[in-house]
């Protein structure tokens, strides 16, 4: 198999996380993951990340990804993606470098991604996502629009089958 970025894009607590795992499992592929990135620099993005502290996150996670691509390996970028020209730059960035690419979305509606988002909040499976925060993230997202090329992400269960279609 060649080299190929695939790039989740969803709000937070939408799934992207449980997928991009089961998908690299499936393919033995890298994940390259923002909140793990900011774990690492002890950055909270459930409270908010100054600009420039996201702009060093991207910039490492930019290392990481062509490092793998490098190596002849599938790459998935865990991170929302909110906005179209992040999405942009990961597609330029697979043209320059010859991989495959592809956009999954993770489109879970928003009153969904609430309700996981309060029962975070009584089991922390993960990190606290301020109001604030968590709120201008669902009012800001840019969805992919019908002129940007993107693949619906399957459930969980059907990601053995699709997974290996979906690079053929």
């Not at 790459?75 to 999954?104: H, K, M, P, Q």
């Not at 002129?147 to 990601?159: G, L, N």
Request: aromatic share 6%; proline share 4%.
């Amino acid at each position: 198999m060649s080299s190929a970025l695939i790039v989740m894009c969803g709000r937070s607590f939408s799934g992207k996380s449980t997928i991009a795992r089961a998908i690299a499992a499936t393919l033995d592929a890298d994940v390259v993951n923002f909140d793990q990135i900011n774990e690492q620099r002890g950055l909270d993005g459930g409270a908010g990340i100054p600009v420039e502290e996201w702009q060093r996150t991207h910039a490492i996670a930019t290392e990481r990804v062509l490092a793998a691509l490098h190596d002849n390996r599938v790459v998935i970028v865990d991170d929302t993606n909110s906005w179209r020209f992040l999405r942009d730059g990961w597609r330029d960035l697979a043209e320059r470098e010859t991989a495959s690419y592809i956009l999954l979305y993770v489109d879970t509606p928003a009153d969904e991604v609430r309700r996981r988002r309060d029962v975070n909040r009584i089991h922390r499976s993960r990190h606290e996502v301020a109001d604030p925060v968590f709120e201008a993230h669902l009012a800001d997202f840019d969805e992919p629009g019908a002129d940007e090329s993107h693949t619906i992400a399957p459930a969980v269960a059907d990601i053995p089958v699709w997974a290996h279609t979906l690079l053929a």
